[in-house]
Each structure stands twice: as C-alpha cells, then as structure tokens.
C-alpha cells in the first residue's frame, strides 16, 4: 500500500527519474514528503527530479532477515545517500553491490529502477 504523500516520488520511479519535495517559496529540497515546506511552512511544494548521482554517507550489512519474507534476500545492504543537486536530502535505501566489503563511504552511487510483477516502481542504487 503506498501512502498518498509518496506519490510523486513513485509517479517519477516509473519514468524512471528520481525526484524530491521541493519548495518554490524557499528553494529548498526536503525529505520525507509532507504538505508544507519545513524550512518556510510554505505549501508551495513541487516534486522536482534531480541527476540522480549520490554519494554514500553511511551503510549497513543486514545479515538477519526481521521480516521472513526477506529472507531470501540476505545478505544485503542498507545505506544513507545525500545528493549535491538535492541538498538537506538524505534518503535511506538499499545498494545494489556486487561485492558488500568493497564499499566506502565516499563512494558515488546512481539509481537503478525496478518495477517488479505491475508492483510500484523500486529504486535502489549501485556503486557509479
């Protein structure tokens, strides 16, 4: 079930752009979606698409499924990206890498977007 104020990033995933909240009062990206801007309170909000090139701030190997339903999945990586052309955005999501010991924080990722089985888009990243 998708929550209505993630809509436009997910209308954007299937054009296979990646896209943020954006205000045009302030000029300010935010992240997590909501009806006002949080710097100016505006409602002056628009889903602005971006590059997509981020870079990795921080990173988790998930060695444990907590859902059974992702068990198969294991192991795989969960990191924090920040954008240049998005800033104040830092989105939480998964990375695609081939080999999880050759991240570093630093390191440029890019979007990858998947629609699995008519599902929602997904968007993940791999290393650039």
């Known amino acids: 079930m998708m929550l209505p104020e993630f809509a436009g990033f997910f209308e954007n995933a299937a ?41 990795l701030v921080s990173f988790s190997h998930v060695m444990h499924a907590f859902d059974k339903s992702r068990s198969d999945a294991l192991p795989y990586v969960v990191a924090l990206v920040k954008f240049a052309d998005a800033p104040g955005v830092n989105l939480i999501t998964n990375i695609d890498a081939p080999a999880m010991d050759t991240l570093q924080v630093g390191d ?7 629609t699995d089985d008519g599902e929602q888009p997904m968007v993940e990243f791999r290393l650039a």
């Open 108 to 114: 440029s990722v890019v979007p990858v977007f998947r």
């Open 15 to 55: 054009q296979q752009r990646l896209a943020f909240p954006y205000c045009r009062r302030c000029a300010n990206f935010h992240w997590y979606p909501m009806p006002r801007c949080p710097q100016c309170r505006s409602r002056d909000i628009i889903w602005r698409s971006i590059e997509g090139r981020g870079e």
